[in-house]
């Protein structure tokens, strides 16, 4: 899909780089806490988040993440939108929650990133 | 041979992450891949945010580049962690609450460093300090890279 269907779709708002509206958002990773954003492996990936800390968009830019969509109506402070511009990352907002958003972009194609789950003593999940 | 060395403050989080983004383009300035230098960039972020979350006086982040590897060194002097193998336990994290709200304490930074670099070491001490060091094999690493 592209970044402005994405909009339409999650009915957001582009908040910077609508010069972007043609990009191809057609892989996602979707977690509030950054650690768990670091531990995905994937370049060309477009961020879901409801974190708008300014190191969202540093860990972004480490990263090569695409694109960032703010979910459950988080809209970031001008600062760290101003920031995203410098670095070339588009970001958009959505009053959606995480899950919704997800869910309407993966019933459109999009698909989840390659991630490294965490294995071993104390992961917890064993399957 | 080239050695950059960052200071970070304790508790400066709305700077967090700025020497990391920055190490980030220095490292591509040296030449090194696209690749390696977001994984450089991954370790010295988690590390940055452990000095500025829970280093008592913050501390340094130094990073050392030649043709062989990159090498990552964070180093405090304290508190100290006092069981090393619970924080190296996925989830395991002592953020305060209001970290969360900023996206940190997933209790997954060591983890993650450890796992992104081809070396990783962790000494630390109550009362005397923490010393991480991470490698990345360039000669390894650098022909699979874009």
Same mark, same amino acid.
């Given at each position: 899909?592209k970044?402005a269907?994405?909009?339409?779709?999650?009915?957001g708002?582009?908040?910077?780089?609508?010069?972007a509206?043609?990009?191809?958002?057609?892989?996602?990773y979707?977690?509030?806490?950054?650690s768990?954003?670091?531990?995905?492996?994937?370049?060309?990936?477009?961020?879901?988040?409801?974190?708008?800390?300014?190191q969202?968009?540093?860990?972004?830019?480490?990263?090569n993440?695409?694109?960032?969509?703010f979910?459950?109506?988080?809209?970031?402070?001008?600062?760290?939108?101003t920031?995203?511009?410098?670095?070339?990352?588009?970001?958009?907002?959505t009053?959606?929650?995480?899950?919704?958003?997800?869910?309407?972009?993966?019933?459109?194609?999009v698909?989840?990133?390659k991630?490294?789950?965490?294995?071993g003593?104390?992961?917890g999940c064993?399957k | 041979?080239?050695?950059?060395?960052?200071?970070?403050?304790?508790?400066?989080i709305?700077?967090?992450g700025t020497?990391?983004a920055?190490?980030?383009?220095?490292?591509?300035?040296?030449?090194?891949?696209?690749?390696l @230098?977001?994984?450089? %960039?991954?370790i =010295?972020f988690e590390?940055?945010? $452990?000095?500025?979350?829970? &280093?008592?006086?913050?501390?340094?982040?130094?990073?050392a580049v030649?043709?062989?590897?990159?090498e990552?060194?964070?180093?405090?002097?304290?508190?100290?962690?006092?069981?090393?193998?619970?924080?190296?336990?996925?989830?395991y994290?002592?953020a305060?609450?209001? @970290?969360?709200?900023? %996206?940190?304490? =997933?209790g997954?930074g060591l983890? $993650?460093m450890?796992?992104? &670099?081809d070396?990783?070491?962790?000494s630390s001490?109550?009362?005397?300090?923490t010393?991480?060091?991470c490698?990345i094999?360039?000669?390894?690493?650098?022909?699979?890279?874009?």
């Open positions: 899909m970044l269907e994405v909009t339409e779709l999650l009915d708002e582009i908040l910077e780089g609508v010069d509206s043609e990009m191809i958002i057609d892989r996602a979707a977690a509030d806490l950054l768990d954003v670091l531990a995905l492996t994937d370049e060309r990936t477009t961020l879901i988040t409801g974190t708008i800390s300014p969202v968009i540093r860990v972004a830019d480490i990263l993440v695409v694109a960032i969509i979910v459950r109506g988080k809209r970031p402070p001008q600062s760290v939108v920031y995203a511009q410098r670095v070339g990352i588009p970001v958009m907002c009053k959606m929650t995480m899950f919704e958003s997800c869910g309407l972009l993966y019933a459109n194609g698909r989840s990133c991630n490294r789950p965490v294995t003593a104390g992961a064993a | 041979m080239r050695e950059i060395t960052y200071s970070v403050r304790a508790g400066d709305e700077h967090g020497s990391s920055w190490l980030k383009v220095e490292l591509r300035k040296e030449g090194v891949s696209e690749d @230098a977001r994984r450089a %960039g991954v =010295a590390g940055e945010m $452990n000095l500025i979350l829970y &280093a008592t006086h913050g501390g340094t982040l130094r990073v030649d043709d062989s590897e990159i990552i060194e964070l180093k405090d002097d304290g508190p100290g962690i006092e069981d090393l193998d619970l924080a190296m336990t996925p989830g994290s002592t305060p609450y209001w @970290a969360a709200n900023l %996206g940190f304490g =997933a997954m983890i $993650n450890e796992r992104t &670099a070396r990783f070491e962790i001490h109550v009362g005397e300090g010393r991480i060091v490698w094999d360039r000669r390894k690493n650098d022909s699979s890279a874009q």
